[in-house]
Each structure stands twice: as structure tokens, then as C-alpha cells.
């Protein structure tokens, strides 16, 4: 059974940085595209970067662009988001999510199996 397992998550100022993290376990992370999604308080949950299984391509929502790094350790079954500069708006409990589906998905529907989140919050 495949497991997603976010960690990294916390308080930072605005400005700061953050790694999140996540591990798979049940099977390879060669084996799926990956993505990083957020949801906060009263809306709906949206997709923030993913990176294709040979991590040779990724993609970036647009407000992210420039702060956000995607990337993937497959020897390790890891993948990771370091954020920077971070914005209170960028407070949301992040999701990581793994896809069968070739290239970058960003539509969650894409996404067959997703870690329970960890939380970033930012403060002004």
C-alpha cells in the first residue's frame, strides 16, 4: 500500500524559508509524478508545484514562481518544496500527492494518492 508522509512544516516570519518534505513508501517514487498542494482556512485546496517522475520538468503556480522549489530524491524516496520568502498568504497546510498520469498534472483529480498534510504558517 503506498504511503505519503509530509514533514517540515511550521511558524515562520514573513520572509523566511521552510523545506517541506515527503517520503513514500509502498513503492518506488520513480513510479509517480509528484505535486505539492495547499488548502487554507475556507478555500479550496490548490495545487502549488509538481515535478514529472524523472524530475527532468516541473511547474509552479504563478505566485510561487521564484520562491518555490521542487524536487525530488528518487534513491531516497523523497520529494521536496523548499519555499522562501514566504508570505502570510502562504499559509495553508500542504499536501504532497503522487500521480500516475505522464508529465506535470496539476489537476488533483490526477492524483491518486495523497499524504494527510503538514502545516505552514506564516506570520506578518
Known amino acids: 500500500q503506498v504511503q505519503l508522509v509530509e514533514s517540515g512544516g511550521g511558524l515562520v516570519q514573513a520572509g523566511g524559508s521552510l523545506r517541506v518534505s515527503c517520503a513514500i513508501s509502498g513503492r518506488s517514487l520513480s513510479s509517480y509524478a509528484m505535486g505539492w498542494f495547499r488548502q487554507a482556512p475556507g478555500k479550496e485546496r490548490e495545487f502549488v508545484s509538481g515535478?514529472?517522475?524523472?524530475?527532468?520538468?516541473?511547474y509552479y503556480k504563478d505566485s510561487v514562481k521564484g520562491r518555490f522549489t521542487i524536487s525530488r530524491d528518487n534513491a531516497k524516496n523523497t520529494v521536496f518544496l523548499q519555499t522562501t520568502s514566504l508570505k502570510p498568504e502562504d499559509t495553508a497546510v500542504y499536501y504532497c500527492a503522487a500521480s500516475v498520469v505522464g508529465g506535470v498534472p496539476t489537476n488533483p483529480h490526477s492524483y491518486t494518492y495523497w499524504g494527510r498534510g503538514t502545516q505552514v504558517t506564516v506570520s506578518s
Open positions: 515535478i514529472s517522475r524523472s524530475g527532468d520538468n516541473t
